[in-house]
């Protein structure tokens, strides 16, 4: 299985859009012009098939780009004969914690409809709670009330008692990331050994230190938040960046350009070009480049899943970036800084 997998995976891969299809959508000029390119590609030809350019928004095409992405890994997920509860399911752990963030981010916003009209209608029957349901929610009261009987219940309870800060939901959104890894730390051990189980808990170790590194410098660098501030936004998880390092780094005047070399030393290594005013898309390029190479050597079934997943995110990140750019006039010289190919 696991051979069929790796080979169903890089055939996948294989049907990625190329530099050249890339340089063809940034000159497309409108949405309409991208999703018309993008209906005669092999990879889009299917999902674009029976939608009218002329008539598609952009919010409607970024909704059909990542509801392609989830049916894929369904699709993959059911080749592999994976068992609800087994660590193949990852994607849907993620989603869950993620819209239970957004929802809460809505209600802070003081929005009353914001996360309904986002709400991604494809993920309804997939998660271990009512979506509609928590689209209906209007107050943190509302969303307990949804949750009440799953594991995230017990932790949002403890930080939506009132009126939650925004520092608060990001304490919040900390430890519902803390018990996503806790629940894949431990389906991978039971599921995989050794090397196996090794190299699948290091993703989340160095997504960990990548975020923790973003998170310091950007709340340093822009809000100039003080040392234990920043600490509380950060994740108890780590791999090579330890919280002394960032402790010793966040205690000196120079915090943001020591956190930028730090990011190069233990990651980036002088093959990856970053922009410290965007340091996600740097990050994204590194992710980038691991995938590519977990899907290329690896012989772990479930680390090829992983790495497309990924690398089928970070192509659904570009056409995001191209729709928009068409959106709102950017010119493909702007547009194309933001890629990662």
Same mark, same amino acid.
């Given at each position: 299985?696991?051979?069929?997998?790796?080979?169903?995976?890089?055939?996948?891969?294989?049907?990625?859009?190329?530099?050249?299809?890339?340089?063809?959508? $940034?000159?497309?000029?409108?949405?309409?012009?991208?999703?018309?390119?993008?209906?005669?590609?092999?990879?889009?030809?299917?999902?674009?098939?029976?939608?009218?350019?002329?008539?598609?928004?952009?919010?409607?095409?970024?909704?059909?780009?990542?509801?392609?992405?989830?049916?894929?890994?369904?699709? *993959?997920?059911? !080749?592999?004969?994976? #068992?609800?509860?087994? !660590?193949?399911?990852? =994607?849907?752990?993620?989603? +869950?914690?993620?819209?239970?963030?957004?929802?809460?981010?809505?209600?802070?916003?003081?929005?009353?409809?914001?996360?309904?009209?986002?709400?991604?209608?494809? =993920?309804?029957?997939? $998660?271990?709670?009512?979506?509609?349901? %928590?689209?209906?929610?209007?107050?943190?009261?509302? /969303? %307990?009330?949804?949750?009440?009987?799953?594991?995230?219940?017990?932790?949002?309870?403890?930080?939506?008692?009132?009126?939650?800060?925004?520092?608060? *939901?990001?304490?919040?959104?900390?430890?519902?990331?803390?018990? &996503?890894?806790?629940?894949? !730390?431990?389906?991978?051990?039971?599921?995989?050994?050794?090397?196996?189980?090794?190299?699948?808990? #290091?993703?989340?170790?160095?997504?960990?230190? %990548?975020?923790?590194?973003?998170?310091? &410098?950007?709340?340093?660098?822009?809000?100039?938040?003080?040392?234990?501030?920043?600490?509380?936004?950060?994740?108890?998880?780590?791999?090579?960046?330890?919280?002394?390092?960032?402790?010793? /780094?966040?205690?000196?005047?120079?915090?943001?350009?020591?956190?930028?070399?730090?990011?190069?030393?233990?990651?980036?290594?002088?093959?990856?070009?970053?922009?410290? $005013?965007? %340091?996600?898309?740097?990050?994204?390029?590194?992710?980038?480049?691991?995938?590519?190479?977990?899907?290329?050597?690896?012989?772990?079934?479930?680390?090829?899943?992983?790495?497309?997943?990924?690398?089928? #995110?970070?192509?659904?990140?570009?056409?995001?970036?191209?729709? #928009?750019?068409?959106?709102?006039?950017?010119?493909?010289? +702007?547009?194309?800084?933001?890629?990662?190919?």
């Amino acid at each position: 299985m696991a051979d069929a997998i790796i080979a169903k995976a890089k055939s996948i891969y294989g049907k990625r859009l190329t530099k050249e299809d890339y340089n063809n959508l $940034l000159h497309r000029g409108n949405v309409s012009g991208v999703v018309a390119y993008l209906k005669n590609t092999q990879r889009y030809k299917s999902i674009f098939a029976n939608v009218n350019e002329n008539q598609i928004h952009r919010g409607q095409v970024e909704q059909l780009l990542s509801k392609e992405v989830f049916e894929l890994y369904i699709k *993959l997920c059911r !080749f592999m004969s994976a #068992e609800r509860n087994s !660590f193949c399911f990852y =994607l849907i752990k993620e989603l +869950e914690m993620k819209q239970i963030i957004s929802a809460l981010t809505y209600i802070k916003a003081d929005s009353d409809d914001g996360y309904l009209i986002e709400m991604p209608a494809y =993920l309804m029957g997939y $998660l271990s709670f009512d979506l509609m349901k %928590l689209s209906g929610a209007k107050d943190y009261r509302e /969303i %307990l009330d949804v949750l009440s009987d799953t594991p995230y219940h017990k932790i949002l309870k403890r930080f939506l008692s009132g009126n939650a800060s925004v520092g608060e *939901l990001d304490e919040c959104a900390v430890e519902l990331y803390g018990q &996503y890894i806790k629940w894949a !730390f431990k389906a991978i051990e039971r599921e995989y050994k050794g090397a196996q189980a090794k190299s699948l808990k #290091e993703i989340f170790l160095r997504q960990s230190d %990548l975020s923790n590194i973003m998170m310091c &410098y950007r709340k340093r660098s822009l809000f100039n938040e003080d040392t234990e501030q920043i600490k509380k936004s950060l994740n108890s998880y780590h791999y090579l960046v330890t919280p002394a390092m960032l402790d010793e /780094i966040l205690s000196q005047p120079d915090a943001d350009a020591k956190l930028l070399a730090l990011l190069k030393k233990m990651y980036f290594k002088g093959k990856v070009e970053y922009d410290p $005013l965007n %340091l996600e898309i740097g990050i994204r390029r590194y992710n980038y480049g691991f995938y590519k190479k977990q899907l290329s050597f690896s012989q772990n079934g479930t680390m090829a899943l992983y790495s497309l997943m990924g690398l089928c #995110e970070v192509e659904r990140s570009n056409l995001q970036k191209i729709i #928009e750019g068409a959106r709102y006039g950017r010119t493909p010289e +702007e547009t194309e800084k933001l890629l990662v190919i």
